[in-house]
């Protein structure tokens, strides 16, 4: 067994990513003195996070974890145990802690260096980071521990995580055209989580978002969707929302569905009561139920919205 398997002992792989910089240099830097090194009992080696950091320090060379003073190893052993174990308990913990405290910028920045780090697949940030965590402090919410102030601060919070992560996607090339998505949450929703999450996966997947926001009447998708001639619309549904309201929409959307204007319907949420839709009449180009963006994410890779091909909506939810 190997003597340094501290959370807080990094491969210089690890010092690379965290300073942006070649492997080789770290390399270097401990072949130099200039970091102090261990090494495991099969001659690897291993650099203390403490000296990492105060190298950064003395170089000015910024890492993620700058914000988060004195914190740095409890957000470094959160992060990595997300990026390797596909966990987000620790984070989930950290943040809830940081919660009680009042520490909600702290919470923030927290997603964002989370959202934004190579190793974590956008749509799991999302499904298990982000959707997680707001499970977590509903349950917190219904038992007593947490004001509803509390609630709002955190939604508030991860909304402008997603807004600044939003600011990091690429532009797409100028005149190039997009097929275009119409987005929002479901009437009763004042949440824009879901929602803000599907925008920036499609925004990634090179689409045209037109967001609406939370709360919109089922009528104003329709509406949408005709004036932009969009070929995908998109609504995200979260309690107190049910499979009911969830057929309601569907049955609302395929009232105003015109031939002329022809899309693809796309519905996320909780499916774990999934809506009745055999006596439903379903006009769509296609139907998608997703209960997690990572099938919406690959359905979107494979294609959804843009093709004239039937989805097979037990297969999908």
């Known amino acids: 067994m190997e003597r340094f398997n501290s959370d807080l002992h990094l491969t210089t792989s690890q010092v690379a990513e ?175 989580i879901g929602g803000l999450c599907v925008r920036l996966i499609l925004e990634s997947h090179g689409w045209e978002v037109f967001f609406l926001g939370a709360d919109v009447p089922v009528e104003d998708f329709a509406a949408m969707q005709r004036t932009r001639s969009a070929d995908l619309v998109c609504v995200s549904f979260a309690p107190p929302n049910t499979a009911a309201d969830m057929k309601r929409a569907i049955r609302i959307l395929g009232e105003f569905y015109q031939d002329a204007h022809p899309y693809t319907l796309a519905l996320g949420g909780d499916l774990s009561e999934s809506p009745f839709l055999e006596d439903l009449e379903i006009p769509f180009r296609e139907l998608g139920l997703f209960g997690s963006l990572e099938q919406f994410d690959r359905a979107l890779g494979d294609g959804l919205g843009v093709r004239n091909a039937a989805i097979d909506i037990d297969e999908v939810a």
Not at 20 to 31: D, E, F, Q
Not at 51 to 79: C, K, N
Request: charged residues 25%; glycine residues 10%.
């Open 18 to 192: 965290l300073l942006s910089v070649h492997p080789s240099t770290v390399k270097r830097w401990c072949n130099d003195g200039d970091l102090d090194v261990d090494k495991t009992d099969g001659g690897h080696r291993r650099i203390h996070l403490q000296d990492v950091l105060r190298l950064s320090a003395d170089r000015a060379i910024p890492t993620f974890l700058d914000p988060f003073q004195p914190y740095e190893g409890h957000v470094w052993t959160a992060v990595n145990h997300a990026v390797d174990s596909s966990s987000f308990h620790r984070v989930h913990s950290l943040a809830m802690g940081w919660l009680t405290r009042g520490y909600i910028e702290r919470l923030g920045a927290l997603f964002h260096a989370l959202g934004r780090h190579p190793g974590v697949p956008f749509h799991r940030f999302c499904d298990e980071g982000v959707r997680g965590f707001m499970r977590e402090v509903g349950e917190t919410w219904r038992s007593g521990r947490l004001r509803v102030g509390e609630e709002h601060m955190v939604s508030e919070a991860l909304v402008e995580v997603l807004v600044k992560l939003r600011a990091e996607i690429p532009a797409p090339p100028a005149g190039e055209t997009r097929p275009v998505a119409i987005v929002g949450s479901m009437e009763g929703d004042r949440h824009n």
